[in-house]
Protein backbone atom coordinates (compact mmCIF):
# COMPACT_ATOMS: atom_id res chain seq x y z
CA UNK A 1 0.00 0.00 0.00
CA UNK A 2 1.87 3.37 -0.89
CA UNK A 3 1.50 5.62 1.33
CA UNK A 4 -0.60 8.70 -0.05
CA UNK A 5 -3.21 6.16 -0.43
CA UNK A 6 -4.89 6.87 2.35
CA UNK A 7 -4.69 10.50 1.61
CA UNK A 8 -6.67 10.19 -1.43
CA UNK A 9 -8.88 8.55 0.40
CA UNK A 10 -9.75 11.33 2.45
CA UNK A 11 -9.41 14.59 -0.28
CA UNK A 12 -12.44 12.00 -2.24
CA UNK A 13 -14.94 11.82 0.93
CA UNK A 14 -14.40 15.12 1.76
CA UNK A 15 -15.19 16.54 -1.78
CA UNK A 16 -18.60 14.12 -2.26
CA UNK A 17 -19.66 14.67 1.17
CA UNK A 18 -18.69 17.96 1.09
CA UNK A 19 -21.35 18.79 -2.08
CA UNK A 20 -23.65 16.47 -1.59
CA UNK A 21 -24.87 18.31 1.99
CA UNK A 22 -24.29 22.00 -0.01
CA UNK A 23 -27.09 20.69 -2.38
CA UNK A 24 -29.10 18.77 -0.46
CA UNK A 25 -29.51 21.17 2.85
CA UNK A 26 -31.39 23.62 1.18
CA UNK A 27 -33.61 20.92 -0.25
CA UNK A 28 -34.42 19.99 3.22
CA UNK A 29 -34.57 23.72 4.28
CA UNK A 30 -37.34 24.02 2.01
CA UNK A 31 -39.42 21.24 2.60
CA UNK A 32 -39.69 21.77 6.67
CA UNK A 33 -40.69 25.34 5.88
CA UNK A 34 -43.39 23.25 3.95
CA UNK A 35 -43.98 20.95 6.23
CA UNK A 36 -44.06 23.71 9.14
CA UNK A 37 -41.40 21.44 10.95
CA UNK A 38 -39.66 24.40 12.26
CA UNK A 39 -38.27 25.59 15.98
CA UNK A 40 -37.83 28.57 18.06
CA UNK A 41 -34.18 30.03 18.11
CA UNK A 42 -34.85 31.29 22.09
CA UNK A 43 -31.67 32.32 21.90
CA UNK A 44 -32.15 35.05 20.16
CA UNK A 45 -34.94 38.21 21.29
CA UNK A 46 -36.63 38.24 17.87
CA UNK A 47 -37.12 34.31 18.63
CA UNK A 48 -37.05 33.32 14.42
CA UNK A 49 -38.60 30.19 13.22
CA UNK A 50 -35.75 27.81 12.32
CA UNK A 51 -36.49 24.92 10.13
CA UNK A 52 -35.60 21.60 12.10
CA UNK A 53 -34.25 18.21 11.22
CA UNK A 54 -31.81 19.18 9.16
CA UNK A 55 -29.66 16.20 10.25
CA UNK A 56 -31.41 14.50 7.12
CA UNK A 57 -28.59 16.40 5.44
CA UNK A 58 -26.02 15.51 7.92
CA UNK A 59 -27.14 11.77 6.67
CA UNK A 60 -27.04 12.03 3.73
CA UNK A 61 -23.99 13.22 3.36
CA UNK A 62 -22.13 10.58 5.36
CA UNK A 63 -24.16 7.86 4.35
CA UNK A 64 -23.97 8.38 0.16
CA UNK A 65 -20.50 9.83 0.34
CA UNK A 66 -18.94 6.32 1.86
CA UNK A 67 -21.50 4.21 0.06
CA UNK A 68 -20.26 5.71 -3.16
CA UNK A 69 -16.45 4.96 -2.20
CA UNK A 70 -17.83 1.69 -1.17
CA UNK A 71 -19.89 -0.20 -3.47
CA UNK A 72 -17.56 -0.32 -6.37
CA UNK A 73 -14.47 -1.20 -4.08
CA UNK A 74 -15.78 -3.60 -1.93
CA UNK A 75 -13.99 -6.84 -3.44
CA UNK A 76 -11.01 -5.04 -4.59
CA UNK A 77 -10.45 -1.62 -5.34
CA UNK A 78 -9.77 -0.11 -8.61
CA UNK A 79 -6.69 0.23 -10.43
CA UNK A 80 -4.43 3.16 -8.44
CA UNK A 81 -6.36 2.51 -5.48
CA UNK A 82 -4.94 -1.22 -3.70
CA UNK A 83 -6.27 0.02 -0.40
CA UNK A 84 -7.87 -2.85 1.21
CA UNK A 85 -4.71 -5.11 2.47
CA UNK A 86 -6.76 -5.13 5.37
CA UNK A 87 -9.24 -7.78 5.48
CA UNK A 88 -11.65 -6.39 8.04
CA UNK A 89 -11.86 -3.10 5.71
CA UNK A 90 -15.14 -3.99 4.11
CA UNK A 91 -17.07 -5.26 7.17
CA UNK A 92 -16.28 -2.07 9.19
CA UNK A 93 -17.45 0.06 6.35
CA UNK A 94 -20.19 -1.88 6.37
CA UNK A 95 -21.29 -2.10 9.99
CA UNK A 96 -20.74 1.88 10.24
CA UNK A 97 -23.50 2.39 7.63
CA UNK A 98 -25.79 -0.11 9.58
CA UNK A 99 -24.94 1.64 12.91
CA UNK A 100 -25.17 5.27 11.71
CA UNK A 101 -28.46 4.17 10.19
CA UNK A 102 -30.13 3.11 13.22
CA UNK A 103 -28.87 6.50 14.93
CA UNK A 104 -30.08 8.54 12.25
CA UNK A 105 -33.58 6.81 12.07
CA UNK A 106 -34.01 7.00 16.10
CA UNK A 107 -33.02 10.70 15.88
CA UNK A 108 -35.65 11.40 12.73
CA UNK A 109 -38.26 9.47 15.50
CA UNK A 110 -37.12 11.41 18.50
CA UNK A 111 -37.50 14.94 16.11
CA UNK A 112 -41.05 13.47 15.54
CA UNK A 113 -42.26 12.26 18.60
CA UNK A 114 -40.01 12.80 21.61
CA UNK A 115 -38.77 9.68 23.32
CA UNK A 116 -38.54 9.44 27.35
CA UNK A 117 -35.71 10.41 29.04
CA UNK A 118 -34.62 6.70 29.26
CA UNK A 119 -35.45 5.02 26.01
CA UNK A 120 -33.42 6.88 23.74
CA UNK A 121 -29.90 5.84 25.33
CA UNK A 122 -31.77 2.49 25.15
CA UNK A 123 -32.43 2.19 22.07
CA UNK A 124 -28.99 4.03 21.08
CA UNK A 125 -27.17 0.17 22.19
CA UNK A 126 -29.22 -1.17 19.30
CA UNK A 127 -27.01 1.03 16.81
CA UNK A 128 -23.28 -1.04 18.77
CA UNK A 129 -25.54 -4.29 18.04
CA UNK A 130 -24.13 -5.39 14.60
CA UNK A 131 -20.28 -4.13 15.56
CA UNK A 132 -20.87 -7.13 18.22
CA UNK A 133 -23.02 -9.56 15.43
CA UNK A 134 -20.31 -9.02 12.97
CA UNK A 135 -17.45 -9.07 15.14
CA UNK A 136 -15.86 -5.94 13.93
CA UNK A 137 -14.04 -4.61 17.01
CA UNK A 138 -10.63 -5.69 18.61
CA UNK A 139 -10.73 -5.85 22.78
CA UNK A 140 -7.16 -4.29 22.45
CA UNK A 141 -7.14 -0.40 22.90
CA UNK A 142 -4.12 1.66 22.68
CA UNK A 143 -3.25 3.83 25.57
CA UNK A 144 -0.37 5.91 26.14
CA UNK A 145 2.47 5.00 28.12
CA UNK A 146 0.95 1.17 28.78
CA UNK A 147 -0.03 0.21 25.30
CA UNK A 148 -2.18 -2.24 23.71
CA UNK A 149 -4.38 -3.24 26.83
CA UNK A 150 -6.29 -7.00 25.96
CA UNK A 151 -9.72 -6.42 28.08
CA UNK A 152 -11.75 -8.47 26.02
CA UNK A 153 -14.72 -9.79 28.34
CA UNK A 154 -15.11 -6.13 29.34
CA UNK A 155 -14.45 -4.77 25.80
CA UNK A 156 -17.62 -6.56 24.57
CA UNK A 157 -19.84 -4.54 27.66
CA UNK A 158 -18.22 -1.44 26.30
CA UNK A 159 -19.12 -1.90 22.87
CA UNK A 160 -22.72 -1.96 23.40
CA UNK A 161 -22.23 1.96 24.75
CA UNK A 162 -19.91 3.26 21.77
CA UNK A 163 -22.52 4.89 20.09
CA UNK A 164 -25.19 5.29 22.97
CA UNK A 165 -22.48 7.68 25.10
CA UNK A 166 -20.93 9.80 22.65
CA UNK A 167 -24.20 10.34 20.84
CA UNK A 168 -25.72 11.14 23.64
CA UNK A 169 -23.40 13.57 25.01
CA UNK A 170 -23.60 15.70 20.98
CA UNK A 171 -26.79 16.08 21.50
CA UNK A 172 -27.16 17.29 24.95
CA UNK A 173 -24.37 20.19 23.43
CA UNK A 174 -26.11 21.26 20.50
CA UNK A 175 -28.30 24.05 21.92
CA UNK A 176 -26.76 27.04 20.01
CA UNK A 177 -26.22 27.83 16.37
CA UNK A 178 -23.07 25.93 14.90
CA UNK A 179 -21.81 24.43 18.31
CA UNK A 180 -21.85 20.93 17.20
CA UNK A 181 -20.44 21.83 13.52
CA UNK A 182 -17.86 23.58 14.60
CA UNK A 183 -16.44 21.40 17.53
CA UNK A 184 -16.84 18.37 15.13
CA UNK A 185 -14.72 20.42 13.23
CA UNK A 186 -12.25 20.82 15.46
CA UNK A 187 -12.40 17.70 17.18
CA UNK A 188 -11.79 15.64 13.68
CA UNK A 189 -8.65 17.21 12.35
CA UNK A 190 -7.28 16.86 16.17
CA UNK A 191 -7.70 13.19 15.69
CA UNK A 192 -6.32 12.95 12.01
CA UNK A 193 -3.23 14.89 13.05
CA UNK A 194 -3.26 12.41 15.97
CA UNK A 195 -3.70 8.99 13.94
CA UNK A 196 -0.90 10.46 11.91
CA UNK A 197 1.61 10.72 15.06
CA UNK A 198 0.69 7.11 15.99
CA UNK A 199 1.42 5.75 12.72
CA UNK A 200 3.07 8.20 10.39
CA UNK A 201 3.46 5.51 7.36
CA UNK A 202 0.04 6.17 7.22
CA UNK A 203 -0.34 2.18 7.38
CA UNK A 204 -4.08 0.35 8.00
CA UNK A 205 -5.59 4.15 8.33
CA UNK A 206 -7.94 3.88 4.94
CA UNK A 207 -10.76 2.88 7.07
CA UNK A 208 -10.02 6.20 9.51
CA UNK A 209 -9.32 8.37 6.63
CA UNK A 210 -12.68 7.06 4.72
CA UNK A 211 -14.51 7.95 7.84
CA UNK A 212 -13.17 10.96 8.70
CA UNK A 213 -13.24 12.19 5.02
CA UNK A 214 -16.84 11.88 5.02
CA UNK A 215 -17.44 13.39 8.36
CA UNK A 216 -15.15 16.38 8.24
CA UNK A 217 -16.81 17.22 4.45
CA UNK A 218 -20.48 17.15 5.71
CA UNK A 219 -19.71 19.36 8.94
CA UNK A 220 -18.01 21.84 6.92
CA UNK A 221 -20.88 22.44 4.68
CA UNK A 222 -23.65 22.30 7.16
CA UNK A 223 -21.48 24.33 9.28
CA UNK A 224 -22.38 26.86 6.42
CA UNK A 225 -25.88 27.05 7.19
CA UNK A 226 -26.07 25.91 11.03
CA UNK A 227 -23.75 28.78 12.01
CA UNK A 228 -24.98 31.95 13.59
CA UNK A 229 -27.95 32.95 12.56
CA UNK A 230 -29.11 29.59 11.90
CA UNK A 231 -31.01 28.96 8.66
CA UNK A 232 -31.23 25.14 9.88
CA UNK A 233 -31.68 22.78 12.90
CA UNK A 234 -29.61 19.80 13.08
CA UNK A 235 -32.55 18.11 15.32
CA UNK A 236 -31.74 15.31 17.21
CA UNK A 237 -31.30 13.07 13.85
CA UNK A 238 -28.09 15.66 13.39
CA UNK A 239 -27.00 14.91 16.47
CA UNK A 240 -27.13 11.68 17.05
CA UNK A 241 -26.07 10.79 13.88
CA UNK A 242 -22.72 12.83 14.38
CA UNK A 243 -21.60 11.81 17.72
CA UNK A 244 -22.68 8.12 16.65
CA UNK A 245 -20.37 8.54 13.88
CA UNK A 246 -17.53 9.50 16.27
CA UNK A 247 -18.24 6.62 18.36
CA UNK A 248 -18.03 4.29 15.13
CA UNK A 249 -14.66 5.96 14.38
CA UNK A 250 -13.38 5.23 18.02
CA UNK A 251 -14.19 1.59 18.10
CA UNK A 252 -13.61 0.24 14.63
CA UNK A 253 -10.53 2.68 13.70
CA UNK A 254 -8.98 1.23 16.88
CA UNK A 255 -8.59 4.78 18.08
CA UNK A 256 -10.65 4.75 21.18
CA UNK A 257 -8.46 6.76 23.64
CA UNK A 258 -7.67 9.53 20.95
CA UNK A 259 -11.54 10.18 20.21
CA UNK A 260 -12.63 9.79 24.28
CA UNK A 261 -9.94 12.76 24.60
CA UNK A 262 -10.89 15.21 22.05
CA UNK A 263 -14.76 14.20 23.24
CA UNK A 264 -13.89 15.85 26.84
CA UNK A 265 -16.24 18.77 26.65
CA UNK A 266 -19.06 17.01 25.05
CA UNK A 267 -18.60 13.96 27.54
CA UNK A 268 -17.97 16.28 30.41
CA UNK A 269 -21.39 18.31 29.60
CA UNK A 270 -23.42 15.69 29.85
CA UNK A 271 -21.67 14.12 33.16
CA UNK A 272 -22.52 17.32 34.45
CA UNK A 273 -26.29 17.13 33.36
CA UNK A 274 -26.84 13.65 34.40
CA UNK A 275 -25.17 13.96 38.07
CA UNK A 276 -27.31 17.26 38.72
CA UNK A 277 -30.30 16.09 37.62
CA UNK A 278 -29.64 12.64 39.26
CA UNK A 279 -30.36 10.49 36.46
CA UNK A 280 -31.51 10.26 32.97
CA UNK A 281 -34.01 12.98 31.94
CA UNK A 282 -35.52 14.54 28.93
CA UNK A 283 -33.69 17.92 27.80
CA UNK A 284 -37.14 19.21 27.46
CA UNK A 285 -38.36 18.28 30.91
CA UNK A 286 -35.79 19.84 32.27
CA UNK A 287 -35.54 23.88 33.31
CA UNK A 288 -33.62 25.95 31.11
CA UNK A 289 -30.03 26.67 32.73
CA UNK A 290 -29.92 29.87 31.26
CA UNK A 291 -32.42 32.81 30.00
CA UNK A 292 -32.22 35.68 27.76
CA UNK A 293 -31.77 38.76 28.97
CA UNK A 294 -33.17 42.30 27.30
CA UNK A 295 -30.00 43.55 25.93
CA UNK A 296 -29.29 39.49 24.25
CA UNK A 297 -26.83 38.29 26.73
CA UNK A 298 -27.24 35.54 28.07
CA UNK A 299 -27.10 34.69 31.99
CA UNK A 300 -27.50 31.75 34.48
CA UNK A 301 -30.74 31.10 35.96
CA UNK A 302 -31.29 31.23 39.42
CA UNK A 303 -32.94 28.11 39.93
CA UNK A 304 -31.06 25.14 41.56
CA UNK A 305 -33.50 22.85 39.59
CA UNK A 306 -31.79 23.37 36.54
CA UNK A 307 -28.88 21.48 35.18
CA UNK A 308 -25.84 22.01 35.72
CA UNK A 309 -25.05 22.55 31.91
CA UNK A 310 -21.34 23.59 30.89
CA UNK A 311 -22.65 26.59 29.12
CA UNK A 312 -24.00 27.28 33.03
CA UNK A 313 -20.50 26.95 33.80
CA UNK A 314 -18.92 28.96 31.43
CA UNK A 315 -21.64 32.00 32.10
CA UNK A 316 -21.32 31.42 36.03
CA UNK A 317 -17.17 31.88 35.70
CA UNK A 318 -17.44 34.22 33.18
CA UNK A 319 -20.78 36.14 33.82
CA UNK A 320 -22.92 37.37 30.56
CA UNK A 321 -22.23 36.34 27.19
CA UNK A 322 -23.95 36.45 24.11
CA UNK A 323 -24.55 33.56 21.97
CA UNK A 324 -21.82 33.59 19.74
CA UNK A 325 -19.30 33.93 22.30
CA UNK A 326 -20.27 31.49 24.46
CA UNK A 327 -19.65 29.09 20.87
CA UNK A 328 -16.01 29.83 20.76
CA UNK A 329 -15.93 29.33 23.84
CA UNK A 330 -16.83 25.87 23.06
CA UNK A 331 -14.31 25.91 20.02
CA UNK A 332 -11.20 27.06 22.37
CA UNK A 333 -12.29 24.25 24.76
CA UNK A 334 -12.45 22.21 21.84
CA UNK A 335 -8.84 23.05 20.63
CA UNK A 336 -7.51 22.50 24.15
CA UNK A 337 -9.14 18.94 24.15
CA UNK A 338 -7.81 18.53 20.68
CA UNK A 339 -4.81 19.71 21.81
CA UNK A 340 -4.66 16.19 24.73
CA UNK A 341 -5.99 14.15 22.29
CA UNK A 342 -2.58 15.06 19.99
CA UNK A 343 -0.45 14.86 23.23
CA UNK A 344 -1.96 11.42 23.84
CA UNK A 345 -0.81 10.30 20.61
CA UNK A 346 2.50 11.48 20.67
CA UNK A 347 2.49 9.31 24.09
CA UNK A 348 1.48 6.50 22.19
CA UNK A 349 4.04 6.67 19.80
CA UNK A 350 6.63 6.06 21.90
CA UNK A 351 5.73 3.15 23.56
Given at each position: ?????????????????????????????????????????????????VPEMGGIAV?????????????????????????????????????????????????????????????????????????????????????????????????????????????????????????????????????????????????????IFLIIGSLL???????????????????????????????????????????????????????????????????????????????????????????????????????????????????????????????????????
Amino acid sequence: MTNNVPFEVFTIQFVISFIIVLITTPIVMKIMKKRKIIGIDVHKLSRPEVPEMGGIAVFIGIFVSVLVYFIPNMSSLTEGYDLIKDSTFDIRVVVFLISVTIAFLIGIYDDLKPFNAAAKPVLLILASIPILVMDAYSPTPVLPIIGPTRLTYFYVILVLFVVSIPANSVNMLDVFNGSTSSTGIILLISVIISVIIVDPEVEHLSFIFLIIGSLLGTLMAFHIFSRYPAKIFGGDSGSLTIGAAYGLLACLGQIEFIVVIALLPQIQNSFSILASVKGLRERRQMSRPTKLREDGLLETTDGHEAPVTLTRLILGALGPLSEKNIVRIFGFLSILSGILAILSAFLIRVI
